[in-house]
C-alpha cells in the first residue's frame, strides 16, 4: 500500500515538473501585453510623432486622436507601396527602426502610428490601406505592422518571423508573391496560412481584395488575421506550398536556418523549414528533467526510510 501511494506520488511530481516546463517553454511566446503601463512616456514617444495631412474624416469617419500618419517618398521611380503599422511604445518603434532599414530600399512607405496600449490593433494601418488604393490609384500594396512590440519583451520568436519577412518582402522573392497578383491570379499573396488565414499579417492586398472585404474596427485583435475570409477572396501563401505544417512556425527562423535551395533562378529558390526547438535547448531540457528525476528519487528514498 505505502509503495502504492509512494508510485502515484512519484507519477506526480513528474506530471507537475513536464507541465512546469512546457508553460516554461510556450509563455514567452504569449501574446502578453507590455506589463509596465508607462503612460507618460508612451504620450512623449507618439507627440514626438509628426503627422502628415491626410483628412482624416475623409479616410475613417471619425476623429481618431490616437493615429498619426507619415509619408516616406522613395528615391525610385515606381515604387512599391508599403503601409506599416506601427504601435508607439519603446519596442514599437524599435521594431520600426529596423523594419524600416530594408524597407525603404524599395518601398514609398505610409507608417500608421497607433498610441499605445493600441486598441484600434489593425484597423488604422488596413483602413489607410484601403483608402490608397480608392484614393491613388494604387493596384496592390505590402502591408506590415511592428510584429512583436505587443510582447513583454523582443523574444527571438518574432525576431525571426521578421528576418522572414525581410528574406520574402525584398528581390529577388518579394517578385513571385507580385507576379501572382499582377496576372490576377490572387486577390491576396502572404507568406504562410492555414485555410483562409494571412498568419501573422505580412501580405501583399489588391485593390480586388479591399473591395471584396470592407475595413471596420473590432475589439478583438485576431479576427484581422482571419479578415479576408470572404469566399470571393483567393489567397495564396507562397511558402506554405512547400510546408507541411505553415502556420506552426513562430520560433523557427533565424539566419542558419533559411537555407536556400538551390534552383534554375533567384526567382525560383525557396526555403526550407527545420523543426521549431534547437538541439541545445532540447538537451537543457533533458538534462534538467533528468536531475529533478533523481532529486525526487533520492527525496522517496529519504521519506520512505524515515516514515514507512
Same mark, same amino acid.
Given at each position: ?36 503601463? =508607462?503612460?507618460?512616456? $508612451? ?45 508607439? $511604445? ?14 525603404? *530600399? ?52 518574432? #525576431? ?7 528574406? *520574402?518582402?525584398?528581390?529577388?522573392? =518579394? ?6 497578383? #499582377? ?10 496560412? =492555414?485555410?483562409k488565414m494571412t498568419w501573422y499579417n505580412g501580405m501583399y ?7 471584396l472585404n470592407n475595413i471596420i474596427p473590432y475589439k478583438y ?22 510546408? =507541411? ?20 533562378s533567384s526567382e525560383n529558390k525557396v526555403f526550407k523549414l ?35
Open positions: 500500500m505505502i509503495y502504492f501511494i509512494s508510485h502515484i506520488q512519484m507519477n506526480s511530481f513528474y506530471f507537475i515538473i513536464c507541465f512546469v516546463i512546457y508553460l516554461h517553454h510556450i509563455y514567452p511566446y504569449n501574446n502578453t501585453r507590455i506589463s509596465n503601463n =508607462n503612460y507618460i512616456l $508612451n504620450d512623449i514617444l507618439f507627440d514626438s510623432i509628426k503627422e502628415d495631412y491626410y483628412n482624416f474624416t475623409n479616410i475613417y469617419q471619425y476623429n481618431y486622436s490616437t493615429i498619426k500618419i507619415k509619408r516616406y517618398i522613395s528615391k525610385k521611380t515606381n515604387p512599391l507601396i508599403c503601409v506599416f503599422g506601427v504601435l508607439v $511604445n519603446d519596442y514599437g518603434l524599435k521594431i520600426e527602426e529596423e523594419i524600416s532599414q530594408w524597407l525603404f *530600399e524599395e518601398y514609398e512607405v505610409y507608417k500608421i502610428y497607433q498610441k499605445y496600449p493600441g486598441i484600434l490593433y489593425e484597423y488604422p494601418a488596413l483602413r489607410f490601406a484601403q483608402w490608397l488604393t480608392e484614393n491613388k490609384n494604387i493596384s496592390f500594396l505590402l502591408y506590415l505592422h511592428t510584429k512583436g512590440a505587443t510582447h513583454t519583451n523582443l523574444k527571438d520568436g518574432d #525576431l525571426y518571423i521578421r528576418k522572414f519577412w525581410k528574406k *520574402e518582402f525584398t528581390k529577388p522573392r =518579394n517578385f513571385i508573391y507580385i507576379s501572382e497578383i #499582377l496576372h490576377n491570379n490572387y486577390d491576396i499573396a502572404t507568406p504562410l496560412t =492555414n485555410g492586398i489588391s485593390k480586388r481584395a479591399f473591395k485583435r485576431f479576427i484581422y488575421e482571419y479578415y479576408f475570409s470572404n469566399n470571393n477572396t483567393k489567397i495564396k501563401g507562397i511558402v506554405a506550398e512547400k510546408c =507541411n505544417d505553415p502556420w506552426n512556425y513562430l520560433n523557427l527562423f533565424n539566419d542558419k536556418q533559411l537555407i536556400n535551395k538551390k534552383g534554375n527545420v523543426k521549431p526547438m534547437k538541439i541545445k535547448y532540447k538537451m537543457l531540457y533533458l538534462i534538467m528533467i533528468l536531475i529533478l528525476i533523481m532529486i525526487l528519487k533520492e527525496f522517496l528514498k529519504f521519506y520512505n526510510k524515515r516514515y514507512i
